[in-house]
Nanobody
Framework: VQLQASGGGLVQAGGSLRLSCAAS????????MGWLRQAPGKGREFVAG????????FYADSVKGRFTISGDNAENTVYLEMNSLEPEDTAVYYC????????????????WGKGTLVTVSS
């Protein structure tokens, strides 16, 4: 299983970025897909998730209304649109997959890839 995240970078507060995750080696429909992040000196935390059956999406309270997760099941790709970015959003963002949403939301996915760094300057 490979999860390749991309799209990170340096942005000013209030700006936007779009992260992408290309997945291979797994069947999207069998997993909850999502994003975790780890800020400097902090633990890994759940950001957003999507469950393909039913198309439900879930967000951490800290990003609700600012971030949007979406995906293309046919292309095995997941996206995270991040708007109104804040310095507190600075972190390495990881694409992750879990057999159930609870594991994903608790920061314990079955798979995760190398992250992409997002830096938000004030």
């Amino acid at each position: 299983v490979q999860l390749q995240a991309s799209g990170g970078g340096l942005v000013q507060a209030g700006g936007s970025l779009r992260l992408s995750c290309a997945a291979s080696g797994l069947r999207f429909s069998n997993y909850a897909m999502g994003w975790l992040r780890q800020a400097p000196g902090k633990g890994r935390e759940f950001v957003a998730g999507i469950v393909w059956s039913g198309g439900s999406t879930f967000y951490a309270d800290s990003v609700k209304g600012r971030f949007t997760i979406s995906g293309d099941n046919a292309e095995n790709t997941v996206y995270l649109e991040m708007n109104s970015l804040e310095p507190e959003d600075t972190a390495v963002y990881y694409c992750a997959a879990a057999l159930n949403y609870k594991d994903l939301s608790r920061g314990g996915p079955n798979y995760w890839g190398k992250g992409t760094l997002v830096t938000v300057s004030s």
